[in-house]
Nanobody, 126 residues
Framework: QVQLVESGGGLVQAGGSLRLSCAASGRAFTSYTMGWFRQAPGKEREFVARISRSGATTYYADSAKGRFTISRDNGKNTVYLQMNSLKPEDTAVYYC???????????????????WGKGTLVTVSS
C-alpha cells in the first residue's frame, strides 16, 4: 500500500504560480513512476505530467509543456508540480498518482494507476 497526500493548492490569479506537493508513505517510493493528473468540473480526469523513478525523465501533456515542471525528492518521498503562468483553464482538482509501470510506458489516461491521492483544488481567477 502507498498513501499519497497532496498539498499546495489554492486560489491564484491568472499569470500566477503555485507549487503542489505530494508526500508518499508506505511501500518504497522509488518503486513508482509518479505523476499528476487533474479533473475540472464536469470533465474527465486528464494527464498532466509524469516522472521516472530516478527523476531523470519527465513527460508532460501539451497543456503543461513550458509552464509546469514535475520533480521528485526520493530522500523525502515527495513529488512536486511547479505551475507557472497559470490560466483559468488550469482550474481543477489535482491528483497525485503512483504507477508501478516504467516511464517508458506511455500513459495518457488514468487507467492502470496503482494509487491515488485525494486531490488538492487549484482555482485560477481571471
Amino acid at each position: 500500500q502507498v498513501q499519497l497526500v497532496e498539498s499546495g493548492g489554492g486560489l491564484v490569479q491568472a499569470g500566477g504560480s503555485l507549487r503542489l506537493s505530494c508526500a508518499a508513505s508506505g511501500r518504497a517510493f522509488t518503486s513508482y513512476t509518479m505523476g499528476w493528473f487533474r479533473q475540472a468540473p464536469g470533465k474527465e480526469r486528464e494527464f498532466v505530467a509524469r516522472i521516472s523513478r530516478s527523476g531523470a525523465t519527465t513527460y508532460y501533456a501539451d497543456s503543461a509543456k513550458g509552464r509546469f515542471t514535475i520533480s521528485r525528492d526520493n530522500g523525502k518521498n515527495t513529488v512536486y508540480l511547479q505551475m507557472n503562468s497559470l490560466k483559468p483553464e488550469d482550474t481543477a482538482v489535482y491528483y497525485c498518482a503512483a504507477d508501478s509501470r516504467s516511464i517508458q510506458i506511455i500513459v495518457v489516461d488514468p487507467v492502470g494507476i496503482d494509487y491515488w491521492g485525494k486531490g488538492t483544488l487549484v482555482t485560477v481567477s481571471s
